[in-house]
């Protein structure tokens, strides 16, 4: 499955860790296709700054459990993991020795669609969570910031089966975002697995 080892980014204050390809392309080709049909997208209404509008992405969680997740105000209610989303986790899992309960999915429909500057630093995460963030579809570009020095930034691009992991402190200290882009693209799905206590 694997097509390389692991690149760590080398972040002050984080423990960000990037497999570029970690599903081979007829695997993740195969994965896009079932997960843009069988994930059950929604999308909610974000109030952010006092105005209220539609989420720019769709998503859905995903657990082992009856747990919910909020975030931004934005409480969701888990569905059973399907046959695809178990697979993708347990290899994940094998790759790094974690546990995950949860899975929010994101799907990204154009390059209209993004997800602002944020940590996934909520209560229910634990002090330092781990997430595994797996893209499958079109590439995008993943921001970093600091947040105490805002001059240490870094970016990466996500491509079609790879895997981005971040553990430690990195939420503590640093937020990331999935901006909007004017080039055309297609769809990409995101699943951000994760562990709900």
């Given at each position: 499955m694997l097509f390389q080892d692991a690149i760590n980014l080398n972040m002050k204050d984080a423990d960000v860790v990037y497999y570029d390809h970690f599903?081979?392309?007829n695997l993740s080709d195969h994965y896009f296709k079932l997960l843009l049909n069988s994930i059950e997208w929604q999308?909610?209404?974000i109030t952010v700054f006092g105005k209220t509008y539609l989420q720019p992405r769709l998503t859905?969680?995903?657990a082992n459990n009856k747990l919910p997740y909020t975030y931004s105000n934005i409480t969701m209610q888990p569905k059973a993991f399907t046959?695809?989303?178990?697979e993708i986790k347990q290899a994940t899992e094998k790759e790094i020795n974690t546990n995950f309960t949860s899975c929010l999915a994101n799907l990204y429909r154009n390059g209209q669609d993004s997800n602002g500057w944020h940590a996934d630093d909520e209560k229910e995460?634990?002090?330092q969570p781990i997430i595994a963030s797996v893209t499958f579809g079109a590439e995008r570009i993943f921001h970093f910031k600091h947040k105490f020095e805002p001059q240490l930034k870094t970016k990466i691009i996500l491509n079609h089966g790879s895997l981005l992991i971040m553990k430690g402190d990195t939420?503590?200290?640093w937020q990331h975002q999935l901006p909007k882009?004017?080039?055309?693209i297609s769809e990409r799905?995101?699943?951000t697995f994760r562990i709900i206590a």
């Amino acid at each position: 499955m694997l097509f390389q080892d692991a690149i760590n980014l080398n972040m002050k204050d984080a423990d960000v860790v990037y497999y570029d390809h970690f599903f081979n392309k007829n695997l993740s080709d195969h994965y896009f296709k079932l997960l843009l049909n069988s994930i059950e997208w929604q999308q909610d209404y974000i109030t952010v700054f006092g105005k209220t509008y539609l989420q720019p992405r769709l998503t859905s969680l995903y657990a082992n459990n009856k747990l919910p997740y909020t975030y931004s105000n934005i409480t969701m209610q888990p569905k059973a993991f399907t046959k695809e989303l178990l697979e993708i986790k347990q290899a994940t899992e094998k790759e790094i020795n974690t546990n995950f309960t949860s899975c929010l999915a994101n799907l990204y429909r154009n390059g209209q669609d993004s997800n602002g500057w944020h940590a996934d630093d909520e209560k229910e995460l634990g002090s330092q969570p781990i997430i595994a963030s797996v893209t499958f579809g079109a590439e995008r570009i993943f921001h970093f910031k600091h947040k105490f020095e805002p001059q240490l930034k870094t970016k990466i691009i996500l491509n079609h089966g790879s895997l981005l992991i971040m553990k430690g402190d990195t939420q503590k200290f640093w937020q990331h975002q999935l901006p909007k882009t004017k080039k055309i693209i297609s769809e990409r799905i995101n699943l951000t697995f994760r562990i709900i206590a």
